[in-house]
């Protein structure tokens, strides 16, 4: 490659736009009676509807609609009076009806926004980003295609299809087209999944964790010469599956496409697939020779006519906004606007909210997710979160708290959580990692220094305060750095009179 | 004397009475079919066992005390597209040989609450696509009246069972006249309830906007029974209506058709229709004149298209309700050798698997759906069908019921329009506005024709929702023409089974 980002940037501005599905967290699915629990075995959360078997007829879950409805209203949307299911035809071995029952040109919630803030280098500023809608649909089945050399379909020696995801309620919401983030719209996206993650949680309707496929992201980004004002030709990136990927999806297809451009080359439609190893995208289906689905309204499902009232009922129901929540924790934190910035950024403010609510101290739990844990995880390139959780932070804060720790033993517990070797307890009891408390102990170590130093000791006993240095340095190597040097220090001093 | 000649309603009351047992009568009928479905070929499944079990369960209720169902006991042909648990149900197609349903449709849910002894599963069309029955992957079934004859299609199993004197009641399913056209050229009586008046669930889909179960016996009365029997609200269909079921049986006992206006409508009489089918018609007004009926000729200019718009709606809705046909999880397959790719396999099994009329069909339907065509094609016929609507909305204004002829023609030979879909569509010219615009349906028996000595059928439209109305003018006519005849039409079929 010959462009990196920076040069991309200054000849050509990209254009955004994003889609996102969701999972919803009904305990039946879109159309029929079945579980939907993340994990069972395959093909245990199944019936003749949701196995399309012949005869079979949907019938729409009403809590997936007031979900879609929340949704709807918490990103400012239209709802409509009247919107349909219809069906979008095409075979694939996991869709069990060989089509997907999904709203199309007559969705729930059109026309809505969502503002989100990010870090420029002119200060924090503000996007609107555009919702152009928010539809309902059933998710497949799953395939799972066996040997073969790419994993998929075509080549694989045999398939394997678990149909207890076929069915379960999918919202998905499309974004307009998003002009004029220029540099930032790695950040823009992202912080645009990040915040409507947020919403979704609050709202309680899905478990919107990325990496089990409950949020997933499709990105489409397009570029076109500066101050051209064309519009270039899009790719669509699936299989988007964290926030970093995110930010370093769009990027990555920024400086492919530049690149493409620059080498003459064209910008072909086409779905392509992210790769978390390498950062890059690769080639999936071409779109040019569009599949036509064959949409027409699902004549089994009656149109859904949701009454003004209860849309009404479930706008007063809405949650505080994440952005007034985020506000108000840093205001009773008293955290300045860069380092609240810098925790949402990293994702990381409900994991030290956890934390907080665990009773660790907000400044503490701060500067261990942001500093030692994000050191840790940014080396194995793997998020804070997926290494330790937050009851094991706040127990190590409690324990130095205690003074059962010190801040250096402290590092070494979270090393041992980290590598997988217990609890903060469990680490401390192999590593035998205890802080050395017990004055007849330390006293014992003193005095061992003192015989040892004798001059020292003496000049000590004289007044000469700073020569402890040497004396608590004896003692805590010879206690393998487990004694509390702030303790050591007032025993000896005490010891030699001086206390 | 043997049950078999008997109508539901008779067997019902010598069951009550203890006269006769349901074991009793279910083996004469399963005698009866022993004897003459060799000749008829009505039955594509016989349940012997689980009928008489089914019967004895009866007995012993009734031995016990207990107040049973008007139907408890009465035996019932059941059209092969209905699912019933753990019996084969084909829908006349090769593509479904050796499946075995894990579910009761809603109508055998009824059907076994109300006690009534299902004999086994009825000959038809391949998923009820047909007037002659002549589709069916597993031969065609015999007109009773003549050998060498259509029993109408698509339920010509249902009808011929019936006018053999194999089973009193029968379900059809009616698109767009399976029920009453093969009710009408076998001198049987065939109800299209209003659509939304039975639920679907169960009943394999072909045009699911237009699909409606109904019952089928050798008189009105019989058919009000079974009506009342399966119709109701039912939450898994989601188009069924939420209402209560209206007194059907009241309706056919009224005999009265005093101030009433039968409309009826222009365009379905006249050129096309046979001489004795007309001259049968006309007698059967006279009778209602005579029985104080008011006659006003209605006029419906949309009906033309009716037939265009139905072969482009049907066919549609058809092309994505066998798309779930594709051998992966029921049904045979074809060619799966370990070497070949699924979606070699699908081709294969659906090319093999499908007959072809349903091809033909579902190649016609794709292309109206297709991208480019459907405004044109599927968003024209839903106009038409709005149009019809509102045909029958000014009638029914001027009417309380609408009649015609229910065929333009007396059963033909099989083999005579096999090769000719366009005249075969015909048929159906009378019966399919009455599924275009989901209103209620029935043909009943209103003599035989002069030249052929067939059956005639004559057709009783009522406004949606208001099924009571066609059995009311249906009873009042049945008994004024039998009072004519003397005798029932049904009793000069010839003999059969004289072996």
New interface residues.
């Given amino acids: 490659m010959t462009l990196n980002y920076s040069e991309t940037i200054e000849k050509y501005e990209p254009t955004l736009g994003l889609e996102v599905h969701v999972e919803l967290n009904t305990k039946s699915k879109m159309f029929c009676g079945c579980a939907t629990e993340f994990g069972a075995s395959p093909n245990t959360q199944t019936c003749?509807v949701c196995?399309?078997?012949?005869?079979?007829?949907?019938?729409?879950n009403e809590k997936a609609i007031e979900s879609s409805i929340l949704i709807g209203l918490a990103l400012n949307c239209s709802i409509a009076p009247f919107s349909r299911f219809a069906?979008k035809?095409y075979?694939y071995?996991d869709m069990?009806?060989?089509?997907q029952t999904s709203q199309y040109d007559e969705p729930i919630c059109v026309n809505g926004y969502l503002d989100v803030t990010i870090d420029t280098d002119e200060g924090p500023k503000v996007y609107r980003i555009e919702i152009e809608r928010v539809h309902m649909e059933e998710d497949t089945g799953k395939s799972l295609h066996v040997g073969g050399a790419t994993g998929r379909?075509?080549g694989a020696e045999y398939?394997l299809?678990d149909y207890n995801r076929a069915g379960i309620p999918l919202v998905e919401i499309v974004t307009k087209m998003i002009p004029g983030t220029d540099k930032y719209a790695p950040e823009v996206a992202k912080a645009y999944v990040s915040e409507l993650r947020d919403i979704l949680r609050s709202l309680g309707v899905s478990d919107v964790k990325m990496e089990q496929g409950s949020l997933r992201c499709d990105a489409n980004v397009s570029l076109s010469p500066r101050g051209s004002g064309t519009l270039g030709t899009r790719s669509e990136t699936k299989n988007v599956n964290s926030l970093r990927s995110v930010e370093r999806a769009v990027r990555g297809e920024m400086i492919r496409q530049a690149n493409l451009l620059e080498e003459g080359g064209r910008v072909i439609q086409e779905t392509r697939h992210f790769q978390e190893e390498t950062g890059l995208t690769r080639s999936g289906r071409s779109k040019e020779t569009a599949e036509?689905y064959?949409?027409?309204p699902e004549?089994?499902?009656?149109p859904v006519a949701p009454a003004a009232e209860w849309i009404e009922t479930l706008r007063a129901s809405l949650p505080e906004k994440p952005s007034t929540l985020r506000k108000r924790i840093q205001e009773s934190w008293g955290v300045p606007d860069k380092e609240m910035a810098a925790m949402v950024n990293a994702d990381l403010l409900d994991t030290v909210v956890e934390t907080v609510d665990l009773g660790a101290d907000p400044t503490k739990a701060r500067s261990w997710w942001l500093g030692e844990i994000s050191r840790i995880a940014n080396e194995s390139d793997v998020t804070p979160q997926s290494l330790i959780t937050p009851a094991s932070v706040a127990e190590v804060i409690a324990l130095i708290a205690a003074g059962e720790l010190t801040d250096k033993l402290a590092r070494q517990v979270v090393e041992g959580v980290i590598k997988g070797e217990g609890s903060p307890r469990e680490v401390i009891e192999k590593r035998g990692l205890k802080v050395v408390s017990d004055d007849s102990a330390l006293m014992a170590a003193i005095e061992a220094a003192i015989a040892s130093q004798p001059d020292t000791a003496e000049r000590i006993r004289g007044g000469n305060i700073p020569a402890a240095g040497a004396l608590i340095g004896a003692v805590m190597k010879a206690t393998g750095g487990q004694a509390d040097a702030a303790k050591v220090r007032e025993l000896l001093l005490k010891h030699l009179g001086q206390g | 004397m043997s049950s078999i000649f008997k109508s539901a309603s008779a067997i019902a009351e010598s069951l009550s009475k203890g006269e006769s047992s349901a074991v009793e009568v279910a083996q004469e009928h399963l005698d009866r079919i022993a004897a003459v479905d060799g000749d008829v070929h009505a039955f594509l499944y016989i349940d012997t066992e689980g009928a008489l079990a089914q019967a004895a369960d009866i007995d012993k209720r009734r031995a016990a005390g207990e107040r049973l169902p008007a139907l408890a006991g009465v035996p019932l042909a059941l059209k092969d597209v209905m699912t019933q648990q753990g019996i084969p149900t084909t829908c006349g197609s090769k593509m479904l040989e050796g499946w075995r349903p894990p579910y009761d449709s809603t109508v055998v849910t009824k059907l076994k609450a109300n006690g009534v002894v299902i004999l086994g599963k009825t000959n038809m069309d391949e998923f009820a696509m047909g007037s002659s029955t002549e589709n069916s992957a597993y031969g065609p079934t015999h007109n009773p009246w003549d050998l060498t004859r259509i029993p109408g299609g698509s339920g010509g199993g249902s009808a011929a069972s019936l006018a053999a004197f194999e089973a009193p009641l029968a379900i059809g399913t009616d698109t767009g006249g399976s029920i009453r056209q093969p009710a009408a050229v076998t001198g049987t009586v065939g109800v299209k309830p209003t659509y939304g008046a039975v639920s679907r669930y169960g009943l394999v889909a072909f045009s699911s906007s237009l699909d409606q179960a109904g019952p089928c016996a050798r008189n009105v009365l019989d058919t009000a029974l079974l009506h009342e029997a399966i119709a109701g609200y039912d939450p898994k269909d989601s188009t069924s209506i939420n209402a209560p079921v209206g007194k059907m049986v009241e309706a056919a006992k009224k005999l009265d058709v005093k101030g009433m206006k039968i409309g009826i409508v222009k365009e379905l009489s006249g050129d096309g229709y046979q001489a004795g089918v007309k001259t049968r018609f006309n007698e059967a007004i006279e009778a209602l004149v005579s029985a104080g009926a008011e006659i006003v000729e209605v006029s419906a200019p949309n009906f033309e298209y009716a037939l265009a718009a139905y072969y482009l709606i049907a066919p549609s809705e058809c092309s994505s309700n066998l798309a779930r046909f594709d051998s992966m999880r029921y049904g045979i397959r074809v060619g799966d050798n370990g070497e070949r790719g699924a979606e070699e396999v699908m081709r294969m099994t659906r090319e093999l698997g499908f007959g072809k009329e349903v091809k033909r069909r579902i190649i016609l339907g794709t292309y109206a759906l297709s991208s480019g065509y459907y405004d044109a094609y599927y968003g024209s016929a839903q106009k038409v069908r709005t149009l019809i609507k509102q045909d029958f909305d000014a009638a029914f204004a001027k009417a309380d019921v609408l009649v015609s002829p229910t065929c333009p023609t007396t059963a033909f030979k099989i083999g005579e329009k096999a090769d000719d879909p366009l005249a075969m569509y015909l048929n159906d010219i009378a019966t399919i506005p009455v599924n275009m615009a989901g209103i209620g349906g029935m043909s009943l028996p209103c003599g035989l024709a002069e030249e052929d000595g067939l059956p005639v059928g004559f057709q009783i439209m009522s406004p949606a929702m208001k099924d009571e109305l066609m059995y009311q003018v249906g009873g009042t006519l049945e008994a004024a023409l039998l009072s004519q005849w003397g005798k029932p039409l049904l009793s000069s079929v010839p003999a059969l089974g004289a072996k």
């Fill in positions: 003749p196995l399309g078997l012949p005869g079979s007829l949907p019938a729409v069906r035809n075979f071995p069990p009806k060989n089509f379909i075509h398939s299809l036509d064959r949409y027409f004549p089994d499902l009656v």
